[in-house]
């Protein structure tokens, strides 16, 4: 069943531990960023952030909310990143714990293609090309430890652990945030592994923070892109000799 | 007329003043029509001496910054993330204007009453561009009678766009 990832954006303060956390423990640079007006910085994920906190306000049934959203790459259970880019040695998914994971070879890959479909708007481009992204933090799954940036959450935000426990867990936070929040409800829980609880409507945290009905299920460009994969690797496979 | 309409002092009789010419003080002026305040924010600690030389930190809150309502912003035409000036009595610092409904006018006596909110953690050397300074320039130097501790939760400010 592999892993997945509970965030109850109903318990999170925006403390933001958990966007420095992932930078430190990917030894990541801190972007140059400008105060735009808001708390929120940088602005957007990009090849060296991977978590950021996203920041709204908005008069909702219950009067002023700021509604916080960390957004990081939801591993999806049949990633469309991963059909499109069509090269296991480039993007692939590791089978212990569900993390989909880009390697140093997306840059002989189509970049744009492979961003435009994912669903959430999460992989981010180097200027040679190469894709980055979350990557569950594989080295701190594979040997026991939580990702950085649920084990830093203060506020019980964030859990992580095997998916049926996880999806339980969505379900009992669920029924706690109907309590206060009447129009609370789980993010495209059935497809990802990184499963949002969100007390008002997800466009009000941010614009990809649920997959959009057009783009649920495999598109008939990905299905084309899978047809002939087999053929590309052969063919990628006789130039390289 | 000044009026206090909590209590028939107009301020605390014992609280302390100093008498320099950095203790001057204003409350009706029309020169600083509206509330300051002051507070801190999650990624940096006090001053900014130790937390702004992280980059992580610096990164989420890069600069200086003042919060307001957007019916001050509206009245002072002020976008939100322009860079603005604040001065009171005692001083001025830059910042970035935050329009936020966070913020929202006061009625008091009748009248409407704006306020606005600026962090103290900016000062020297970090962030290297020069221009962040502490909002501690803006605040008073008196504090509660007892123990002295510092009064800058409450002064009147002005706040105008940069040219």
Redesign the interface.
Known sequence: MAKSFLIDTTLCTGCRGCQVACKQWHNLPADPTVNMGSYQNPQDLSFTTYKLVRMQEHVTEDGLKWLFFPEQCRHCIDAPCEATAGEPTAVFTNPRTGAVLYTAITKDLPAEEIIESCPYNIPRMAPDGTLAKCDMCQDRVDNGMLPACVKTCPTGAMSFGEREEIVEMANSHLMMARKKFKNANLIDVDTIRVIYLVGFKPELYHGFAMASNAEIGITRHMALQRMFRPFKRAGAQLMRG | MEKNFLNAKLINPVAPIYDTEKDTYATCDPRYPYVGTTYR???HWQTGVMTRYQ?????????M?VEMSEQLAKLKQI????RVRVTSARGAVEA???????FQPFNVGGGIVHQVGLPWHFGWIKPTSGTEDSANLLTPSTGDPNTRIPETKAFMVNVVKLA
């Open positions: 924010v999650t990624e980059p992580y930190l610096l990164e989420m809150q890069p600069q910054f976008q939100n993330g322009e970035t204007a935050i329009v936020t409904k966070r």
